[in-house]
């Protein structure tokens, strides 16, 4: 395979020139900032104590947090960032399609009440539909579902 003067070099996914082009790039750059800012703004209505207690704590008066979750948005926002800006489109949907089937899980796990550790309360809380709606999307971006993809 040769390299093209004016196209970026690849390495396992990785251009060296950024760049935020496609469909799922978009999508990732949004995504990752929303997660990351409601991460960060979670750290105010949370602090740092009781890290994994559900203590009703919420975000707004809708999302139900603990510090944990906080984290976790933070960490998952970094990454779709890191997709955004560094990997190339079909890397950008790989992390879009892993991120997606997580939020799709932890909406499903979230109605069950397995993630009362995270905050998030049993049965159609507004966690689940931000999951559910968090996952759905990454997917289409993702090339899963065929509305979105920039090819």
Do not use: C
Not at 95 to 104: E, K, M, S
Not at 105 to 129: E, H, K, R, W
């Amino acid at each position: 395979m040769t390299i093209r003067e004016n196209t970026p070099e690849v390495k396992w996914g990785v251009q060296s020139t950024t760049g935020v082009g496609s469909a799922a790039k978009k999508f990732a750059l949004i995504a990752g900032l929303i997660y990351v800012v409601g991460g960060l703004i979670g750290f105010f209505f949370t602090g740092f104590s009781n890290f994994t207690e559900a203590t009703g704590t919420s975000l707004f008066g809708i999302f139900h947090l603990t510090p944990f979750h906080n984290i976790v948005h933070i960490g998952v926002g970094a990454v779709w960032l890191l997709a955004a800006f560094v990997l190339t489109r079909p890397a950008a949907e790989g992390v879009n399609l892993g991120i997606g089937g997580v939020y799709v899980l932890a909406a499903i796990l979230g109605y069950f009440g397995s993630l009362t550790f995270l905050g998030v309360m049993p049965g159609l809380d507004p966690d689940f539909f931000l999951h559910l709606v968090t996952g759905v999307l990454s997917l289409i971006f993702a090339g899963l579902i065929p509305i979105g993809r920039n090819t």
